[in-house]
Structures are given as C-alpha cells and as structure tokens.
C-alpha cells in the first residue's frame, strides 16, 4: 500500500485530529471519548445487520472495541492514514466479517480462519484509507468531481434504494436516475486510481469481500 | 497497467461509505459528543460554530447574519469566516450577554410532498438547543448538528441545495415570531432559485439578501466544498 498516499478526508467526529492523534498514543481519555461517539451507532449498526439480535450486537460491539484497543497498543492505527471513525467502522465491519464467515464454518475451518486473520492487522488500516479515499472522492471539489445529483443518487441506492423510487423522488426519468448513477460510478472508479486505489490493490483488502 | 475497481467492488464500497456516514451521523447527535469535561464552564475565548460536512447538503452552504424579528437586533459584532465550515463567533455573541440571546436559524432547500416540489425551509436552533448542540461542555469546538434534526423534521430527501445559517440575536424570553419567519419563507419560495441545483452560493445568497432587512450583512463564501 505504499505506492499511494490519498489525501485524507476530514473526521466529521473529530475536526481538528485531536481525537485520533490521542487514541494513535493510547491515551485513555481520547479512548473513553471515541466509544462515547460512536458506541451506540455501532450497536445499532450491528443490530440491523444481525436481524435484530441485540445480544449478539453487544457482543460485537464489545469485540470492536477490545480489538481497537488492541491495534492502538500494537501501534497499529496510523492517524495520518485513516480517519480514527472510519478505521474503527473498518474494525467493527472486519468483527463482522469474521463472525459471519465462522458461523458458515465448521470449527476447524473457524479457528484456521481466525488465526490467518490475525495475522493480517494491516487489513483495517488498508480498508479505511480506501473508504477515506472515496469519500474523498464523494465530497471534494475538482472540475472532474462527481455532481451533487450524482452523488445523492449513487449514495441512495447504495443505502438500498431503487431507481424507480428515485426516478418518483427526484421527478426525473429512471432513465436518467440510471445514467446519472453509472456517470457517478465511472467518476469515483477515475478518481480512486488517480490516488492509487486498482482493482489490484483493492483485492488485497480482504475486509472487501463481502 | 493496473485496472480500475471493479463496478461490483464499488458498489461494495459505496454501501460501505453510506453505512459509515450514518455512523458518523449518528455520533454526532449524541449527547457526549464533545464533552470531555462536562461540568467544565464554558471558555471565555472565541468559539467556533462548526457546520459539519453532512454528506453534501452544507457543500454550498453560505452564512447569514440577520436580525428577522420585528423585535430582535443585529449581533452587535459579525462572526468571521475561520476557514472551510467554520464560522468564529465571539463568545459575547455566541452566549449572548446581558438581556439578549443568540439563535441558529438554517434555511434551506428540501423536497415537498405538500406542494410536490423543492420549497424553503427553516428550523431554529434554540439557546437551550445551542447550549446541549453547539457547546456542549467547553474547551471542544462545538458543533451544529443539522443532520439528524433535519432527519427528524422528515424533510427528507434534502437535495444538494443550499442551506443558510443565521445567527439571531434576541430579547432574553422573545416569543418565536412565526409569522414573521413565514413572511421570509414566502420570500424566498417566490423570489429564489428553487429547482436546479447548480447556483453558486453567491447567487443564493444574492437572492435571499433581497428577502432580509436592510441592516442584514451577508457572509456568501460557502462553508463547505473546498
């Protein structure tokens, strides 16, 4: 991951970098904070994702944290990197990821599974400056820069909307909800590889392999 | 020659930033999202009224400062522009001081099913509101949460279009003067740009200038969007 370095987006829950830069020295206070942000939307995030199982979002949860908490004493978080929100979404989404696979997995297969993934501590670090990146490329100005309808349209769908509902929202053609998304597309797949960001090195994220 | 991502990686991606942005979303509506002393009192240096990059509805945002009500005055001292959504506003001005009180008020654009089409819309930030949103324990730049109250308001789906931010001074206790917010909305329905997005942030807040008292000063560089 060497040969690109994307301009880190802003941290919206952490505007001046204090946060990160205090969590990347293991501060306890900066750590105490970040779970006070960002606790309940993972719960959240968890429940919605297991169908509603609360206990199991605790559990996962928890998860999250203890390995955040672990790459920060391994030094392994890099703030100038990542923004410190979307490395832990990197976290919570690889705990996910894990837990999803091992449950389709016999034990044997689950507990091989686990110690390959810790050996790939990169992969989080890897995954949130890719998503740093191409919200970097969702937000920010430029001549090529995606349009705001492209970008509400190709973020709407993305959140499980369909076209047709946009075409009714927007009161344009699906027709053109559809071509104002693969526009979209072909702009953000552009800017991602003007800062490095392949298909070759996204395959080397394995959080991406849903 | 290395390829491009994959349409289908993409995709993956783009719900990853949408689920990201929720969170994000999420975590600055909460409570204790700044507070790291909470029984700390308030800094008596300038604060800072940050508008949070919420997705891209504030990327054309520009900042007003007006005095709207019949009864409210101008701020006695205008906030500055601190660099890119940020608004410095001197901490007798953001408190308010003495027998008057300071206000948020956003405008902007969003869909409407009454009329089915894009109108105005205003939502004030209350000093009570201000004091749990925009400065909730001191030493932390504060922040307007726009996001998640708009969301609530279920004005949804707000496009890219501009959304204005006032700062209202006001007698401690002055009733909100509805009617007189609603005579502004009229305004700007009748007289501002309202499908299209595109206008810069200037044109905006030429027009809406035109909808404000005469004594209203204008900020027009966007807060967002560089």
Redesign the interface.
């Given at each position: 991951m060497s040969e690109h370095r994307p301009s880190r987006s802003?941290d919206?829950?952490d505007?001046?970098g204090e946060l990160a830069a205090g969590v990347a020295a293991g501060q306890r206070?900066a750590f105490e904070?970040l779970h006070?942000?960002?606790d309940?939307?993972?719960r959240?995030?968890f429940v919605r994702r297991s169908g509603g199982r609360g206990d199991l979002a605790d559990e996962l949860v928890q998860q999250t944290w203890g390995r955040l908490w672990q790459a920060v004493a391994e030094k392994r978080y890099d703030p100038a990197r990542s923004a410190v929100?979307?490395y832990v979404?990197a976290i919570a989404?690889n705990v996910w990821l894990q837990h999803y696979r091992a449950a389709r997995r016999s034990a044997a297969a689950e507990l091989s599974d686990d110690i390959h993934w810790e050996d790939r501590g990169e992969d989080a670090l890897a995954h949130a400056e890719?998503?740093d990146a191409?919200?970097d490329c969702?937000?920010g100005?430029g001549p090529s820069a995606i349009?705001?309808?492209e970008?509400?349209i190709?973020?709407?769908?993305?959140?499980g909307g369909t076209e047709r509902e946009l075409a009714s929202?927007l009161?344009i053609a699906a027709s053109t909800v559809h071509a104002r998304k693969l526009s979209g597309?072909e702009k953000?797949?552009?800017c991602?590889?003007r800062k490095g960001?392949?298909?070759?090195?996204?395959e080397q994220i394995r959080l991406?392999l849903? | 020659m290395s390829m491009r991502i994959h349409p289908d990686r993409l995709e993956v991606l783009l719900r990853q930033v949408a689920e990201l942005d929720d969170l994000i979303a999420k975590a600055r509506s909460a409570g204790s999202l700044t507070a790291t002393h909470p029984d700390a009192p308030l800094s008596r240096a300038a604060r800072l009224i940050r508008v949070r990059p919420w997705v891209a509805v504030l990327a054309t945002a520009a900042a007003i400062v007006l005095s709207l009500m019949p009864h409210w005055t101008a701020p006695t001292r205008e906030p500055s522009r601190a660099g890119t959504g940020v608004l410095r506003v001197a901490d007798d001005l953001a408190n308010g001081r003495g027998e008057y009180e300071t206000c948020a008020l956003l405008l902007f654009q969003a869909w409407s099913n009454d009329c089915v089409c894009t109108r105005w819309h205003a939502r004030e930030f209350s000093p009570d509101a201000l004091a749990g949103q925009v400065f909730p324990g001191g030493g932390m730049a504060p922040a307007i949460d726009v996001a998640d109250s708009l969301r609530a308001a279920r004005l949804a789906p707000l496009l890219n279009e501009p959304i204005l931010v006032a700062l209202i001074r006001r007698p401690v206790g002055a009733p909100r003067d509805d009617a007189a917010r609603e005579m502004l909305l009229n305004c700007l329905n009748e007289t501002a740009p309202c499908e299209g997005a595109g206008a810069s942030s200037h044109v905006y807040a030429a027009v809406v200038r035109q909808c404000l008292p005469a004594a209203v000063s204008v900020v027009p560089d966007p807060l967002m969007g560089e």
């Open positions: 802003r919206p829950v505007e001046n206070m904070r006070a942000r960002l309940a939307g993972l959240r995030m929100s979307t979404y989404n890719l998503l191409l919200r969702l937000y100005p349009s705001p309808d970008r509400f190709v973020l709407e769908l993305a959140r929202t009161r597309h953000l797949r552009n991602l590889h960001f392949s298909q070759e090195i996204v991406l849903e | -």
